[in-house]
C-alpha cells in the first residue's frame, strides 16, 4: 500500500517570502503521478502542480515548484513570493498509474501573515 | 473544462433516512469517478472507485451496502447514504477521471456537507 507523509502539520510565511512544504511517500510501484493540492476555505480542490515519476526534472507553475527526489520518495513544494491568497491547507498526493488510485497525505496548513 | 459538479452542496437530514449525492462531470466524459470522505481538519479518505456501467470497488473498511454507487452514465455517478446515522455526518467530494485525452488526473468537484441530526 502507498503511504504519504506530511510532517508539517501548521507552517506559516510572511508575505512576500518563500515557503517550503514537507512530503514523503512509501511505494513499490515505478509508474506514478505526484501532486500538490491547495484547498481553501470553500473545501474545493485546486490543482497546483503534478510531477510524473518518469519525468528527471522537476515541476514548475509559475511561483510553485516541486524538488522531486525519487531515490529518497521525496517530494517538496516550494512556494515563492508567498501572497495572502496562499493561505490554505495543501495536501500532497500519490496516485498509481496503473488505476488512478489516489492517496493523500495529512496536509499542511499554511497561514500567509501580511 | 474538466468541471465537476455535485448535488446538493449541502445537506441535513434525519437519522435513518437515505441521502443521495449526484456527481457530474459537465465538460467531458470519465470513465472512473471516485468518492472520498473528509472529516474535520482531516484528509480525504478513498471511499470507492466507480466505473461506468459495473460495480463500484470498495476500500477496506467501507460498507458497500451502506453507501451505495452507482455510476450509472459517463457523466453522472451517485453516492446514496443509507439509514444515515450522526457518524456519518462528513464532507464527501468526488472526482472525476477523464475518458481519454489530455492529462493523466482527477479533476475534484467542489463537494457536499452532510450533516445527520
Known amino acids: 500500500a502507498q503511504t504519504v507523509t506530511q510532517s508539517q502539520p501548521e507552517m506559516s510565511v510572511q508575505e512576500a517570502e518563500t515557503v517550503t512544504l514537507s512530503c514523503t511517500y512509501d511505494?513499490?510501484?515505478?509508474?506514478?503521478?505526484l501532486f500538490w493540492y491547495k484547498q481553501p476555505p470553500s473545501r474545493q480542490m485546486i490543482l497546483v502542480i503534478r510531477?510524473?515519476?518518469?519525468?528527471?526534472q522537476n515541476a514548475t507553475e509559475n511561483r510553485f515548484s516541486v524538488n522531486f527526489q525519487k531515490a529518497a520518495k521525496s517530494f517538496s513544494l516550494k512556494i515563492s513570493d508567498s501572497q495572502l491568497g496562499d493561505t490554505a491547507m495543501y495536501f500532497c498526493?500519490?496516485?498509481?498509474?496503473?488505476?488512478?488510485?489516489?492517496?493523500f497525505g495529512a496536509g499542511t496548513r499554511l497561514t500567509v501573515k501580511p | 473544462g474538466a468541471v465537476v459538479s455535485q448535488h446538493p452542496s449541502r445537506v441535513i437530514c434525519k437519522s435513518g433516512t437515505s441521502v443521495k449525492i449526484e456527481c457530474r462531470s459537465l465538460?467531458?466524459?470519465?470513465?472512473?469517478m471516485f468518492w472520498y470522505r473528509q472529516f474535520p481538519k482531516q484528509s480525504l479518505m478513498l471511499m470507492a472507485t466507480?466505473?461506468?456501467?459495473?460495480?463500484?470497488?470498495?476500500e477496506q473498511g467501507v460498507e458497500k451496502d451502506k453507501f451505495l454507487i452507482n455510476h450509472a452514465s459517463l457523466t453522472l455517478s451517485t453516492l446514496t447514504v443509507t439509514s444515515a446515522h450522526p457518524e456519518d455526518s462528513s464532507f464527501y467530494i468526488c472526482?472525476?477521471?477523464?475518458?481519454?485525452?489530455?492529462?493523466?488526473?482527477?479533476?475534484f468537484g467542489p463537494g457536499t456537507r452532510l450533516t445527520v441530526l
Open positions: 472526482s472525476a477521471r477523464r475518458l481519454a485525452g489530455g492529462p493523466n488526473e482527477q479533476f
Open positions: 511505494t513499490s510501484e515505478s509508474n506514478y503521478y
Open positions: 510531477q510524473e515519476a518518469y519525468k528527471q
Open positions: 498526493a500519490f496516485m498509481k498509474h496503473a488505476n488512478n488510485d489516489m492517496r
Open positions: 465538460d467531458f466524459q470519465a470513465t472512473t
Open positions: 466507480s466505473n461506468e456501467g459495473s460495480k463500484a470497488t470498495y
